[in-house]
């Protein structure tokens, strides 16, 4: 039997331009597209990457209570950083967010789609 797929949205102006959907919910698994640091209610960005971490896991927060699912349903999660030397100004947020739930995790140093951008964090979710 297959299970139904549900697709969420944050209202991003990315989403619809670049059809994608910021999470898809297929059965027990959430797949969370990469979210940057924007906060998407102002679409403002702030200029550090610690902050815009915080913003990528608040939305990452809502879309997973949005999918009911928790924070610590995340198995894994994926790190795009644009520069190795930001990433001990991260490294606290990281821990505050993830230290409990541990999940498999893999940084890359890369570019994004916006000179703004310092941090993309995209997340698998499994509740079982």
Known sequence: M???RKRISTGSPF????GYSRAVVQGDWCF???VTG???ATMTMPETIDQQARNCFATIAKVLEEASFEMADIARVQYTVVDAGLVDALIPTLGEALGDIRP????IIAGL???EMLIEIEVTAYRG
């Open 32 to 34: 969370v597209s990469g």
């Open 113 to 115: 789609i916006k000179p």
């Open 104 to 107: 498999a995790a893999t940084m």
């Open 15 to 18: 989403e619809a331009t670049m």
């Open 2 to 4: 297959k299970s139904e």
């Open 38 to 40: 924007y906060d998407y």
